[in-house]
Nanobody
């Protein structure tokens, strides 16, 4: 009923930039919030950034000043601009969204399939 499709991962050298995008599709009533998590090998999944429908954002301390999250409410998309990338940013990045279906009164969490980001030193 709902699908989150991510794009934009890849391999980049330290100091470089990547942009991740995620599009939600399906019987969507509303989405709040949308965001990105990441999971490095041997580590737990962690929050990277969240954005609500009003544009308020929340970032992990490790990415503040380097990553910028944005969304297009009309298109149900969220993006993550990642600058000044570091090797420790290497992880699988997952799109996450709390989506209320058209016929429901509350939302549920949905996850994308994940996209690999690798930063070489």
């Amino acid at each position: 009923q709902v699908q989150l499709v991510e794009s934009g991962g890849g391999l980049v050298q330290a100091g470089g930039s990547l942009r991740l995008s995620c599009a939600a599709s399906g019987a969507i009533g509303s989405i709040d919030p949308m965001g990105w998590y990441r999971q490095a090998p041997g580590k737990q999944r962690e929050l990277v950034a969240l954005i609500n429908s009003g544009g308020s954002t929340n970032y992990a301390d490790s990415v503040k000043g380097r990553f910028t999250i944005s969304r297009d409410n009309a298109k149900n998309t969220v993006s993550l601009q990642m600058n000044s990338l570091k090797p420790e940013d290497t992880a699988v990045y997952y799109c996450n969204a709390n989506i209320r279906l058209l016929w429901r009164t509350r939302g549920d969490l949905y996850w994308g399939q994940g996209t690999q980001v690798t930063v070489s030193s």
